[in-house]
């Protein structure tokens, strides 16, 4: 366990949302399964606030239909027996119309008891750590977030891409993205490049338009006596941009470039 709080390997969250959707242990029951985990999600990304009608339907359905108030109100009742179910009991609070603000709902959670949450906490204190040169604590905490979601583990949640739930889902796809280049570029600064080549090369193919998939391939290349190979990737990046998108690579990468020509060592490890 780190400074997080946060446990992983053995954990049990009461609220899982990566992979199969569950409650305690218990998979969601019945059918319409997608907009009861939409409703869910959007509960539990808003941390313990309230959310209102307006902002659930909207999460909910790309298209409200007419009975859209009505229908939400059939979902929130298969949550709470979906809650009730599980053992965590009627969590889910009701807030009047009448009691100022509009009506809505709130689901509280802790952190910790998330997997998306808990994953969110790690990954933010993991990057700054390694912001702060604390390297060996960043990839730490770093590998505790990919513990909680993994590779194989997918977002079970459907929302309308300009909706704000699908912002929200789209933002944490990114985050960990994110959280995987971080653990990678600690691995690096701690001499993993040879260990790391095999999933370095596998970034890159899965997401070639990304700039740094492409700039922690060089670093490895360099780094695992490469030098040649680590600029001949270079040009295969600027290849690559050029062709898919019609731009020229940022200068943070050709200083990446012009660091390899150098064989400046230290200004590679901590591109």
């Known amino acids: 366990m780190s400074h997080t709080g946060v446990r992983t390997r053995g954990t049990v969250f009461d609220y899982r949302l990566l992979g199969v959707v569950e409650l305690g242990a218990v998979p969601e029951p019945g059918a319409q399964s997608a907009l009861t985990r939409a409703l ?52 889910l609070q009701t807030r009047r119309r009448d009691g100022g603000g509009g009506g809505g709902y709130r689901l509280p959670v802790e952190t910790a008891r998330c997997d998306v949450l808990a994953f969110r906490l ?13 390297v060996r604590s960043a990839a730490n905490v770093l590998h505790q977030a990919m513990e909680i979601w993994p590779q194989s583990a997918q977002l079970s949640v459907t929302a309308p891409a300009d909706s704000w739930l699908g912002i929200r889902l789209a933002d944490l796809d990114e985050a960990r993205l994110q959280a995987a280049e971080n653990l990678r570029a600690a691995r690096l600064m701690l001499g993993d490049a040879p260990l790391l080549m095999w999933e370095l090369r596998g970034h890159v193919a899965a997401y070639p338009h990304r700039e740094r998939a492409w700039g922690q391939l060089m670093q490895g290349l360099y780094l695992d ?36 020509l150098r064989h400046d060592e230290p200004a590679v490890i901590t591109w």
């Open 40 to 91: 869910l999600t959007a509960l539990l990304l808003e941390e313990s606030r309230f959310v209102s009608h307006d902002k659930l339907i909207r999460a909910m359905w790309e298209r409200p239909p007419a009975s859209a108030v009505a229908n939400m109100r059939t979902y929130v009742n298969r949550l709470r027996c979906w809650l009730a179910l599980s053992g965590l009991g009627d969590r």
């Open 122 to 134: 790690a990954a933010e204190e993991g990057g700054a750590a390694l912001r702060a040169n604390d």
């Open 225 to 260: 006596r490469d030098p040649a190979a680590a600029l001949d990737t270079f040009h295969s990046a600027r290849h690559c941009f050029d062709r898919d998108l019609g731009v020229e690579l940022s200068p943070n990468l050709h200083r990446l470039y012009r660091a390899i």
